[in-house]
């Protein structure tokens, strides 16, 4: 069956380092993966897309990888601030069109002043 | 431009009770989708409608949950009967294109 990962339920960094996020996934071949920030009591923000002939996306301070081989992708944080703590949730489509996403468990980060 | 609106914020029911949700989305925004998530997972789809139609309801409980999306743009989720189970944090999500998907603020359901 379809499994999504995300390497750990929750991640410890100090401030000023890279966070790193791992995202899984088995069965599955996602035409891209999108990665979401979600806060205590509010719905997920929209953060990064990646397709899947695409090996690297980058937005500001965040940086996305993309291993259809690997059947993996990299989330990094880089200069990581307390501001940055938050759930981060990877999902994967399977083709454009039917829009349909399907969210990993999420990994809880925070970042240690 | 406002974001998605969801009402109620919080609701609390004994369970067998019943409890609709409303989601307003973005205007303009032809997609629509309601997600249930639990405590410490991820969001999980229930249906989604394109404009009025729907375009894929396999998650959907269909022998306690419906949902509806009159004229296209405003959408209602009930639950009837509820059970405990049901407790979790409801998501609207409505999207233009490209996958990329707006989430309105959830409604927090207890069962009791």
């Known amino acids: 069956s379809q499994k999504i990962e995300q390497n750990s339920e929750a991640l410890n960094i100090q401030e000023g380092k890279t966070a790193t996020l791992t995202c899984n996934y088995t069965?599955?071949?996602?035409?891209?993966l999108q990665w979401y920030r979600q806060d205590p009591g509010r719905g997920p923000v929209f953060l990064l897309l990646?397709?899947?002939?695409?090996k690297e996306k980058r937005k500001e301070r965040l940086k996305v990888t993309f291993d259809t081989t690997l059947k993996q992708s990299l989330f990094h944080i880089t200069a990581s601030q307390p501001a940055d703590s938050a759930t981060y949730l990877c999902?994967?489509?399977?083709?454009?069109?039917?829009?349909?996403?399907?969210f990993g468990t999420g990994t809880r980060l925070t970042i240690i002043p | 431009e406002a974001g998605v609106a969801q009402s109620p914020r919080y609701k609390i029911i004994e369970k067998r009770q019943s409890v609709a949700f409303w989601c307003n989305p973005i205007?303009?925004?032809?997609?629509l989708y309601w997600y249930q998530q639990i405590l410490g997972q991820g969001p999980k789809l229930l249906i989604q409608?394109?404009?009025?139609?729907?375009?894929?309801d396999s998650q959907l409980p269909k022998d306690r949950f419906s949902a509806e999306r009159l004229k296209g743009v405003d959408s209602t989720l009930k639950i009837q009967p509820a059970k405990l189970e049901d407790s979790a944090v409801y998501l609207c999500?409505?999207?233009?294109?490209?996958?990329?998907?707006?989430f309105g603020p959830g409604t927090r359901l207890t069962v009791t």
């Open positions: 205007s303009g925004h032809a997609t």
């Open positions: 409608f394109q404009n009025n139609g729907v375009v894929d």
């Open positions: 999500a409505s999207s233009l294109g490209v996958g990329v998907q707006s």
């Open positions: 990646i397709r899947e002939n695409e």
């Open positions: 069965n599955y071949s996602p035409a891209y």
């Open positions: 999902a994967l489509a399977s083709n454009f069109g039917n829009e349909k996403l399907t």
